[in-house]
């Protein structure tokens, strides 16, 4: 007779985004399902529900460990200070994944390190995605946090294109909504300027920019255009946003993929570009670099030359889209991501054990761990 699994149930804020569902795949952990806001469409999860003093203290039995993730950008601090309060009168110890030092969907970062500097001291456990990351954590806050990497974006059992490939070198910018974090004119115009000086050295290459049809800067977005409408080695895409299968085919197409970024941390962008064998350049912005360095090239956010010399770098080493090499590689990048996915859920199951313990072991009452 099988034994059954001990089970731990958690409150994570959100359950229902995908990094969150990777790294909780399989037995041992379960996630409360993320409660409708009032008046959100299906799916939607923030303004986060559950992220509140009032829910712990009537729902406290029903969880065993609080794990926040993302949107805590939706509330206030002193929402979070009740938030804390709460949790540590019902005995419920709090677990935090630092994703993001810098906050990519907010212009000014004030209220977000006060968030950070709420949770982090406040946290029973810590976990982040880089060393570099972790490094900055302990020095801002002395705490240690567990690295655990990033895991995979795009599900194990999707379609994997290995993209059509072109006579030039196809290097894509994707500024989907153009969200405070994105430094779109900038970005495109120091990709234009490398498309220029690739040219000039003898490697054909154009610029693609996939911009979405609704965007936060509607100014900015007339700026890239006008970019793009002036050169003569590069192409506007403005659609409707991709769904996941028509995103992964669009980014299959590509050589390289260049980042946008102004700010921010980590980049679940570079965890599906790498889903997908594509190898990405990226601004000298936050750990992202350190995600798959093999993978990844840093340029200097402005400056067309260190673009240029970053793409040259990684195109010497990648399979181009369409090729043998890049139908290998995606096999390849399964199997490693396959390999990992339990290795990640186990770390996270280590974790809440550990804090649990720390707690002296769950409150009687908890609908979570299975004896």
């Known amino acids: 007779m099988r034994l059954a699994v001990p089970t731990v149930t958690v409150a994570s804020i959100p ?10 795949r399989g037995d041992g952990i379960d996630l409360l399902p993320d409660p409708p806001p009032p008046g959100a ?9 559950m992220l509140d003093a009032a829910w712990v203290a009537a729902n406290h039995d029903r969880f065993d460990v609080m794990h926040v993730h993302f949107g805590t950008e939706s509330y206030p601090a002193e929402h979070l200070r009740s938030l804390v309060r709460a949790l540590r009168a019902t005995g419920r110890p709090l677990v935090h994944t630092l994703h993001d030092l810098e906050n990519p969907q907010l212009i000014d970062q004030a209220p977000h390190l006060e968030h950070l500097d709420i949770l982090v001291p406040a946290a029973a456990g810590i976990i982040t995605l880089t060393a570099g990351a972790a490094a ?28 059509n490939r072109t006579d030039e070198v196809v290097l894509g910018v994707h500024l989907r ?3 405070p974090g994105i430094d779109a004119v900038r970005a495109v115009a120091t990709l234009l300027d490398a498309v220029d000086r690739l040219t000039a050295r003898g490697l054909a290459a154009v610029a693609r920019v996939q911009v979405n049809e609704r965007v936060r800067d509607e100014n900015a977005r007339a700026e890239v255009a006008a970019l793009v409408a002036a050169h003569p ?21 590509l050589d390289i993929a260049v980042l946008p970024y102004r700010s921010g941390t980590h980049s679940g962008w570079v965890e599906l570009c790498w889903d997908l064998g594509v190898p990405v350049a990226g601004p000298r912005v936050g750990h992202a670099g350190e995600q798959h360095p093999a993978d990844f090239a840093a340029f200097d956010a402005g400056d067309g030359e260190s ?16 090729s043998a090499g890049r139908l290998a590689r995606l096999a390849d990048r399964r199997r490693q991501r396959v390999a990992g996915a339990d290795a990640i ?12 313990a720390d707690h002296g072991g769950v409150v009687a009452g908890s609908a979570g761990r299975a004896a």
């Open 345 to 356: 859920t186990a770390a996270h199951t280590a974790l809440y054990d550990r804090v649990l």
């Open 41 to 49: 469409i299906d799916g939607r999860w923030w303004p986060p529900v």
């Open 136 to 163: 900055a954590i302990e020095r801002r806050w002395g705490r240690v946090a567990q690295v655990v990497p990033h895991p995979h974006v795009l599900d194990l059992d999707a379609d994997r294109p290995a993209g």
């Open 307 to 322: 673009l240029a010399r970053a793409v040259r770098r990684l195109v010497a080493g990648a399979p181009r889209p369409g």
């Open 177 to 179: 909504d153009i969200r």
């Open 233 to 253: 080695a590069a192409e506007l895409r403005r659609t409707e946003r991709l769904d996941d299968a028509a995103l992964a085919r669009s980014i299959a197409d």
């Open 15 to 24: 359950a229902g985004h995908p990094y969150v569902r990777h790294v909780t």
